[in-house]
């Protein structure tokens, strides 16, 4: 039977009132604006005119923009790593360890003769491999992902230092073809940030688009609805500890390339910026969901207070602080102007 | 200096023979004196215009910091202005301030120990734009848009040898070292080299060993590191430090480990190892020239400025105890009149 | 127990038989939650699936979504074929659907990914068609006369709608002919209104040839839409009749493994006379707006009305629990200062809360810990807790309360939804409060606790409690309240006191209030 | 009224059977002794054993204790910092930074010729002042506390640069009375030891015999439960975060005290080690709740490897690899043991 064909309760009036119809654009879009989904936009903004007064000459000038890009986009795609598992409800803080890693690999390969591209797959495949460890880890021993990635990461550390001795590996043919792949670009924008448009989007694919993304953000929210509604939640949270090493490790290749070498500690920077980020950009755009444009929306606004703070030759605690700042402002925005609208609704 | 006190130079059978012990004797004695003469004596030769801008870019940690205070005494002698950049250490601030040197062109540059390979771009541009650019504390030699290089590998070598003469003066050729070296940096491997070459020269029969600590036990399990190896090797009881910062809370793990007669014997003092070679906690320690080594950079960018040659210099060497300390707190010149000298150097 | 089986039970399925299990058995860490249950459905009937809390019902339904593995020597068949219960991947699955207690949301989520999520899994589909989705949902609530933003996570929606998503998930796409429905108790929030359109589902459903099984407390329902009826008891088939046979008391009888009746007439309180313990004016809220009300000491108040009228809201607003602002006064004894809900005052008062999952109990903790969390002060001196005192403190209660659990310090998720509910209520009387607020206090409690709760807590008013209770079930305001408040659009549209109190006159009040309005 | 005085119900026999009578001693002991408490205990023992035999000359003695105890009584120490919130459900990341600020501050005031006691106030003080900013931004503004801690670490990393330009304090003061906080101890066993007792016994009974424990733990597991059940959550939460950084604050005196300076980064290796110790030990004992016990002895288990290994002469490379082997190892066995036991009891 269709319950679309019987109307069994026609007569009676709705219930609870249509708090915005699906005609009202208008309203929508001025919902989408709002402080509580874009907080960060506002506060984007703000900080760009301040710059641009501040320092008229070197801010607000092209350069800057590619600056900007060009230094965060591998902060951007260790935090883009890290989207997947957690709006499955995953931590994986192994990922810098897996960006090391993945760099040390490439570059150790590289020197010992491999072609660039097999280097590279050979590196992403360890980290796949990583990734699979975690994942019988977390799904299989079922220890709670933060402590075992933890654990994990403690193991990485140790194959790289077996590896490596603790020694960045450098080499003139780290300079060469292999630092194409992180310093070339279109138009001095370098490639990563094009990695960084690539991955963003696939991963708003997936998160927006597909069924995997839906059930994924489900298993997040509640586990045991999720399992209740037929949904094979243990494999998706396999998959994502395969996703987030697998993007670690094609961002530690890039680092590598970046740096031109293979530093055993590479990754571990990235660690709490990468996490702040992702954090931030869960409260923008769509509330409460990880989500790839505001992880993005969040490092950019961290590198364009930084970089803007650098150009004034601001000292050197003003970025800290600026950082900060900013984390709190984006955040209070936002929940503030939620539960501000929240009240108004109530009163309305 | 006078005749050490630390050492009973006595009659020695077994290790080293008793014309090594001298030979190393008058390494020592040489070393404890506190130089006088800045490396460079040539005059520049030309004159030096003032106001020409100078940029430094800081690593953010102690000695940088501190670096950055030097040079602009050097730029205040030429008359010049300075602009410090400040960044974290990490590959995208460092990238960001270099980018930003790049499209500021100021007359000069000085950074240190930043891999070429990060920022082999920057390096090229500067070279196109005649922008002269020294470093201190990279393995890279001079070249390619790097003009001038301070504290090279064989300096490093030089300072190893020092420190190794004085163990094996103090035990009278009949001890056992081991040097603790931070693979990560990599400039310090020479020094190590150094040390343990020499020790085994001058002392065939002693016993020299290699302990590697990974750079994140700093500050946090590297003196528990060393206590489990001194535990483990009752023989050895002197230590050996790459850098001084490893000491840091050594001598109260010795202490409670019961190991309060292990000498040790470090390099590039913080204010932390002075203190303790005051109080007796530290045996010696080689100082790090700082202003030697920024001077010489800047004497390196103002020599390039007005086309007069580069002149090779190595550093000067000075091995500072509990007798021959200063009570200068912080960062002192090596040669007392260091800022006098470059100043007749430069015709200033 | 002279129930007739009209089956059977051990026999193999006969061929108009959708389900057939035998031999179903689950234990939880040594304790049985079935044993050896037998169970049978036609073609095309409703077949209710009774027994007191903790009996095995939601197991029983969890085991047949593969949600849980049973115990070795069971069998199934749907439709002749045997079947693999553990395997929920086997295509047959589909012909089963679900409702679970506590409806198996994603509050998170919003309506249009619930129905989603479920959809998705069954045609192996990997794009999201967001229009098509949104259309469809839309479409489907409409017919099911509910209106909600389809887009707003389904945390911010009432129960009632959540009901309505989570069996519109069930049936999507559903074709009709041979198949099980199966709802566990779908009504233990519903208002009555609502129970009646469910009910034309479930007909809707039945007359496609899709035959339904159906859980619930509420006795009555049973014996409207019901043909045949399964009853659990301790974990074991008690009996499965034909419904025409039954009466009411036997079919409790049944249930509670005694003969006869226990039937409980309205208290007969009377409100202590002088000045109300409580006064309140013109309070508004979200969804109150302006309603003025007073409870005296010694008297059961029920608050009736449908959700959004300001009814549910209510109990919420006088504990001052609400996130967003009250606006108000109330003054408690006569006292001569009306004191404002606006300065963040609000009267001394024990709640207890609609939604025992998410506000009740804290699952992590145990039973006693659970009983003692309103009450920790007085346990112990100054802040230090007796571990003693504690223990005899809970058992006591447990024991008053009849709570079937293990031991006290068993996890309080061990326990069956009725008897967490009583673990809830015994937090609440603990604190001896002057006022009590009972939200949904009998949702999913079998009828011999429904019952003993009831006594309970007149028992309680007896002794000078005032007690608001805000139920959605009328049986709630039938068996307990002394005078009754009817809200509409925020305010009280009408007062029923004693007698006047029936089933009739409460449905006609909201109804009657609804021709108003309109 | 009083739930003793009325009967409703003394004719039904009572429900709640009692399973395991409190006689039965033995059988509850043997739960406490179980896998599933208490996996990490038999961890510690086997390593204990097997470094016994392995290293019988130097591992299994008075003074490898000594040097356990000694050398992780601060690691110790800031992972019970973190408990008190993380039972409320509150991360405070903040925490390693404070330390830092602490012990800077402290130094900064000895140097400064504050008196001691005096100097140990200010810190604490400071410390329980950032500890209120971190409540009003998680309890006031509303912020999730991961991120905002995160934030206010930024802050006070700013704060860290203001006051030292990220150069540490030392002084001929601090390795005099200051250092005995940390140094001095009783039998080579050194006061933070002793503090690790206090502070964990503390948290213990806080936690176990209090009512305000109790309300911290239901807080944590189920706020909104727990908030309608009349307790205060908010003002909780506000004070556990009060309590991290008071404690956190003491943390970072005894360590500036141990490092015999102020290191405005002596703080943040702590942070992973502390949060790896503080999960693994929510696993035992208390099974899902953050206890002081099970910290305390994930600490020493760690503290027991990597101390081996290091007396083992290990490679540097075999510390991380164990701290991750008994990470999984003991999470494994506690889980597994758990779920066996249910199998077993099932099939029984
Ligand atoms: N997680 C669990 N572990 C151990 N025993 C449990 C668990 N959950 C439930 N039980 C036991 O199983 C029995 C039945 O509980 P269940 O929730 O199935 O009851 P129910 O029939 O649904 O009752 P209600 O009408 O109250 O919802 C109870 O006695 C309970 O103690
Ligand atoms: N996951 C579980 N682990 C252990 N025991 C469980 C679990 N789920 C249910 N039980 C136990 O199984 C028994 C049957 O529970 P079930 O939920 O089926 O009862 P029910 O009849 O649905 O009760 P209610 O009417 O309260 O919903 C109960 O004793 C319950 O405590
Ligand atoms: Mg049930
Ligand atoms: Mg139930």
């Known amino acids: ?348 | 200096g006078s005749d050490s006190s630390s050492t009973d130079g006595g009659s020695s059978t077994a290790g080293a023979s008793d014309a090594t012990i001298a030979e190393a004797q008058t390494l020592l004695d040489k070393a404890r004196t506190r130089p006088t003469q800045i490396p460079t004596q040539e005059p520049v030769g030309k004159p030096i215009p003032a106001g020409k801008t100078l940029s430094f870019i800081s690593c953010g940690n102690e000695d940088c910091t501190n670096q950055a205070k030097v040079v602009k005494q050097a730029t205040d002698i030429l008359g010049w202005k300075l602009i410090v950049h400040n960044t974290d250490g990490t590959p995208p601030t460092l990238k960001s301030a270099f980018d930003q040197v790049v499209r500021e062109q100021p007359d000069g540059l000085i950074y240190n120990a930043t891999d070429r390979s990060l920022i082999n771009s920057e390096l090229l541009e500067l070279e196109r734009l005649r922008i002269p650019a020294a470093a201190c504390c990279i393995l890279q030699k001079p070249g390619r848009g790097i003009t001038f290089v301070s504290e090279g590998p064989g300096d490093e070598i030089a300072k190893g040898k020092v420190m190794a003469a004085w163990f094996v003066v103090d035990s009278a050729g009949k001890g056992s070292t081991v040097y603790v070296d931070i693979p990560d940096f990599k400039i310090l491997a020479p020094l190590g080299d150094g040390y343990i070459d020499e020790s085994k020269r001058l002392c065939p029969d002693c016993s020299a060993e290699r302990l590697e600590i990974p750079f994140t036990s700093l500050g946090k399990d590297a003196p528990n590191r060393i206590v489990s190896y001194l535990r483990a090797h009752p023989d050895v009881k002197y230590v050996a430090l790459a850098i001084d910062q490893i000491g840091t809370g050594l001598p109260a793990a010795l202490k409670s480990a019961g190991l309060g007669d292990v000498k040790l014997i470090g390099e590039s003092p913080t204010a932390t190892s002075y203190q303790y070679i005051r109080s007796g906690l530290q045996s010696v320690t080689a100082v790090y020239d700082m202003y030697g080594d920024m001077f010489a950079q800047v004497d390196a960018v103002a020599r390039a400025l007005v086309d007069a040659p580069q002149v090779e210099s190595s550093p000067n060497v000075w091995l500072v105890d509990k007798d021959n300390i200063l009570d200068d707190e912080g960062v002192f010149p090596m040669v007392a009149d260091n800022n006098e000298q470059y100043a007749k150097v430069w015709g200033k | 127990m002279e129930m007739v089986a009209l089956s059977d039970p051990g026999s193999a399925p006969a061929a108009d038989d959708v389900l057939a299990v035998r031999g179903l058995s689950k234990t939880f860490g040594g304790t049985y939650a079935l044993r050896g249950v037998d169970l049978t459905v036609r073609a095309g009937e409703v077949h209710g699936l009774v027994g007191h809390n903790g009996s095995g019902k939601s197991t029983l339904i969890k085991l047949l979504a593969g949600f849980h593995h049973a115990d070795d020597g069971a069998q199934a068949w749907l439709d002749d074929e045997p079947f693999d219960l553990a395997d929920s991947g086997d295509a047959r699955h589909d012909r089963l659907r679900f409702v679970h207690q506590d409806l198996g949301l994603v509050l998170e989520l919003s309506a249009v990914e619930n129905l989603a999520l479920h959809a998705t899994r069954a045609h192996g589909e990997q794009r999201v068609r967001r229009a098509d989705e949104e259309r469809f949902t839309r479409e489907l609530l409409a017919r099911f006369g509910v209106e909600l933003d389809v887009h707003r996570p389904l945390g911010e929606a009432s129960p009632v709608e959540r009901t309505v998503v989570a069996i519109a998930r069930a049936l999507r796409a559903w074709e009709g002919g041979r198949g099980l429905l199966v709802l566990d108790e779908p009504t233990a929030v519903l208002p009555d209104e609502e129970v009646d359109r469910l009910f034309q589902i479930v007909a809707d459903v039945r007359a496609q040839g899709t035959s339904v099984l159906y859980v619930s407390h509420r006795l009555d329902e049973i014996f409207r839409i019901c043909d045949r009826v399964t009853v659990l008891r301790e974990g074991r088939v008690v009996a499965t009749a034909d419904v025409a046979t039954l009466t009411k008391s036997r079919l409790i009888g049944s249930i509670l493994g005694e003969e006869g009746e226990r039937e409980t007439s309205r208290p007969h309180l009377a409100a202590a006379p002088g000045l109300p313990l409580l006064e309140v004016r013109e309070l508004s809220g979200r969804y109150l707006d302006g309603a003025s009300l007073h409870i005296h000491r010694g008297e059961i108040l029920g608050l009736a009305g449908r959700p959004g009228s300001g009814r549910d809201e209510l109990p919420y607003a006088l504990a001052g629990v609400l996130p967003h602002p009250v606006a108000g006064s109330f003054r408690m004894d006569g006292d001569a200062d009306w004191r404002d809900f606006a300065h963040g005052e609000h009267p001394e008062s024990v709640l207890l809360p609609a939604d025992r999952g998410s506000e009740g109990v804290v699952r992590e903790f145990s039973v006693k810990e659970n009983l003692t969390l309103s009450v920790l002060d007085r346990l112990g001196v100054r802040g230090a807790l007796s571990r003693g005192r504690e223990s005899r403190f809970a058992a006591d209660w447990l024991t008053r309360l009849e709570v079937r659990a293990e031991t006290p310090d068993a996890p309080i998720t061990t326990l069956s939804g009725g008897n967490q509910q009583k673990v809830l209520v015994g937090r609440c009387l603990a604190q001896e409060p002057a006022l009590l607020m009972l939200c949904e206090p009998t949702a999913g409690v079998d009828v011999g606790t429904r019952h003993a709760l009831y006594e309970l807590i007149a028992r309680q008013a007896a002794e000078g409690l005032a007690v608001l209770v805000s139920s959605t079930d009328a049986d709630d305001l039938l068996a307990m309240c002394t005078r009754v408040l009817v809200f509409d659009h925020g305010t009280v549209v009408r007062e029923l006191t004693g007698s006047a109190i029936t089933e009739h006159a409460l449905v006609h009040a909201m109804e009657e209030d609804e021709e108003e309005q309109s």
Chains 1, 4 share one sequence.
């Not at chain 1, 208008?26 to 919902?31: D, G, M, Q, T």
């Not at chain 1, 607000?60 to 591998?74: D, E, G, M, S």
């Not at chain 1, 001795?165 to 060469?176: F, G, K, M, Y």
């Not at chain 1, 696939?202 to 609805?225: D, H, M, P, S």
């Open chain 1, 1 to 348: 039977m269709s319950p679309a064909r019987n109307g069994v309760v026609e007569e009676r009036p709705p219930v609870v009132e249509q708090r915005s119809s699906p005609g009202d654009h208008a309203a929508s879009w001025r919902r989408n604006l709002s402080f509580g989904r874009i907080g960060a936009v506002y506060v984007l903004i703000g900080m760009v005119i301040l710059f641009s007064i501040w320092i008229p000459e070197t801010f607000p000038t092209a350069a800057t923009v590619r600056q900007i890009l060009n230094n965060y986009a591998i902060t951007a795609l260790a935090a883009l790593a890290l989207i997947v598992p957690l709006s499955a409800g995953v931590f994986d803080i192994s990922t810098p360890y897996v960006m090391s890693l993945s760099g040390v690999i490439t570059a150790y390969c590289i020197v010992h003769g491999v072609p660039l591209p097999v280097a590279v797959t050979i590196a992403i495949a360890a980290s796949l491999a990583i990734g699979f460890v975690n994942a019988c880890v977390v799904v299989g021993l079922r220890i709670e992902s933060l402590i075992a990635t933890l654990a994990t990461g403690s193991l990485i550390q140790a194959l790289i230092t077996l590896v490596t001795s603790d020694i960045p590996i450098n080499d003139a043919r780290l300079t060469e073809g292999f630092s194409h792949i992180a310093q070339s670009g279109i138009g001095n924008v370098t490639l990563p940030v094009f990695y960084v448009l690539i991955v963003g989007l696939a991963i708003w694919c997936l998160q927006e688009y597909t069924t995997v993304g839906r059930r994924l953000y489900a298993t997040g929210f509640n586990k045991e609805a999720t399992r209740l509604a037929g949904v094979r939640t243990e494999r998706l949270r396999f998959f994502t500890l395969l996703t987030s090493a697998t993007l670690a490790g094609f961002t530690g290749v890039v680092l590598a390339a970046s740096l031109g070498s293979g530093t055993p500690t590479a990754g571990t920077p990235y660690l709490l910026p990468a996490f702040a980020a992702v954090f931030l950009g869960a409260t923008q755009f769509k509330e409460g969901r990880f989500n790839a444009p505001g992880t993005v929306l969040a490092v950019l606004i961290i590198g364009t207070g930084v970089t803007g703070l650098g150009l004034a030759n601001a000292p050197s605690w003003a970025g800290s602080m600026l950082t900060g700042v900013i984390l709190i402002a984006a955040l209070a925005l936002t929940g503030v102007q939620r539960r501000t609208t929240r009240t108004g609704r109530a009163k309305a």
